[in-house]
């Protein structure tokens, strides 16, 4: 269990790119220095409930629906794909900057931060991938939310420590991680897809 927890902490941590919230979090809640460790547990305990109930029910609601696991593994890892090419030519961070402006409110924790930015399409594609890894089991599925809380814990302390982060690190240092994280991630968007093919007999 130890390194399935490991392969979804990581795969949630690259989805998630706790490092690359850091800059819009810092536009996001610029004139709330005040509220700011506020703004941030809400965004984070509303990603949490959002990520946690698809890994729950994401994959009866497939059932539900008619959509097959090996379907929703190779779209999910083409979504992930596209994440990580995003990611690794900066385009991720020119769209969460468009989804902020589009959605920018006085308190910035649900919209944007919360959702999308946090708890985005591909985190929530991933935790139901994750969950169907290990069939689904309550045991599997406690491991992957453990994995999850893990990950958006890590964002929240960041988050807590964005000036001086981004202070040390600097652009250049945030795209670099930013670019390693896409390269890592698009290899496991393929191997979704592989597993996906595997699934439907094609492999």
């Known amino acids: 269990m130890m390194d399935f927890y490991i392969a979804a902490f990581v795969t949630l941590f690259l989805v998630i790119d706790p490092p690359g919230l850091l800059p819009l979090f810092i536009s996001l809640t610029q004139g709330h220095s005040a509220t700011r460790r506020g703004i941030a547990l809400r965004a984070c305990l509303i990603a949490i409930f959002i990520l946690a109930s698809f890994g729950i ?17 190779i ?102 991680i930013t670019r390693l994280m896409g390269m890592l991630l698009a290899a496991l968007s393929v191997q979704f897809v592989v597993d996906g093919l595997k699934g439907l007999g094609v492999l």
């Open 57 to 73: 029910i994401g994959e009866k609601l497939l059932e539900f629906i008619g959509i097959g696991m090996p379907a929703f593994r």
């Open 75 to 176: 779209s999910g890892g083409l979504l992930l794909f596209l994440m990580a090419v995003e990611m690794l030519f900066n385009k991720r961070a020119q769209r969460r900057e468009a989804q902020a402006e589009d959605d920018n409110h006085d308190d910035p924790s649900v919209f944007p931060l919360a959702t999308p930015l946090i708890a985005g399409p591909g985190a929530m594609a991933a935790m139901i991938l994750l969950v169907s890894e290990m069939s689904g089991d309550i045991g599997s599925t406690f491991v992957v939310i453990l994995a999850m809380v893990s990950v958006v814990t890590v964002t929240f302390l960041l988050f807590l420590t964005s000036g001086p982060v981004e202070r040390l690190l600097g652009p250049v240092g945030i795209k670099v």
